[in-house]
């Protein structure tokens, strides 16, 4: 089963101004304040900033040092937010070349250290070697019926630490997916059209239901 990207290949190069290119802000860290610039293509979708807010606040002290897989990344605000908050690692995994050499190109230009893109569909990425992560930022474009396969995917191919967090965003009039049964809800909310969600694997510590 094949994924689709948050964002389409009509974009064009991440120097894009204007009308080429939207505008986020990092909101807490290192990094709070810059502007993430990406491309201006419908399927990208980034978390709103107040539902970032809540995450991260959520996550708290969990954040430094993690191990994060940000899958189906589009403008990459959920794993660059893990890094300016302390993230010892992340992986951006994105499909849509030129969301890759936006997110990329900033990388480059803040000095990034522990990050790495891989273009590739989200699906098959999951399918090759794992590398166990502390935190999964998982949020598919909504409408796409990949949340379930994908946390499928996440749990069977080995790639989540034993008391993994796992972030699950989707449209708030969709609903959940059945999620692995091990998965413990901790968090939920909802934001407008967006539903958000905390879960963790095992027994997390740090969080309380």
Request: charged content about 20%.
């Amino acid at each position: 089963m094949a994924s689709r990207p948050k964002s389409a290949a009509r974009s064009r190069a991440p120097a894009a101004r204007g009308a080429d290119a939207r505008v986020l802000r990092i909101i807490g860290g290192a990094w709070r304040g810059r502007k993430l610039r990406f491309p201006a293509v419908e399927l990208i979708r980034p978390t709103p900033d107040r539902v970032r807010e809540t995450l991260f606040n959520w996550l708290g002290a969990r954040i430094a040092g993690a191990r994060c897989l940000d899958l189906f990344a589009g403008s990459g605000a959920l794993g660059l937010e893990a890094l300016s908050r302390g993230a010892a690692a992340v992986t951006f995994v994105e499909r849509d070349a030129a969301a890759v050499r936006a997110l990329a190109a900033t990388l480059t230009a803040w000095g990034a250290q522990g990050a790495r893109v891989e273009r590739a569909d989200a699906l098959v990425f999951l399918a090759g070697a794992p590398q166990p992560c502390d935190v999964v930022f998982l949020d598919p474009p909504f409408g796409a019926g990949l949340l379930g396969a994908a946390a499928a995917a996440l749990e069977q191919g080995g790639w989540l630490a034993p008391t993994a967090l796992i972030y699950v965003e989707c449209a708030a009039r969709e609903g959940l997916p059945g999620l692995p049964p091990g998965w413990r809800a901790l968090k939920g909310k909802r934001a407008g059209e967006v539903g958000y969600h905390l879960y963790a694997r095992g027994q997390a510590g740090g969080l309380e239901a």
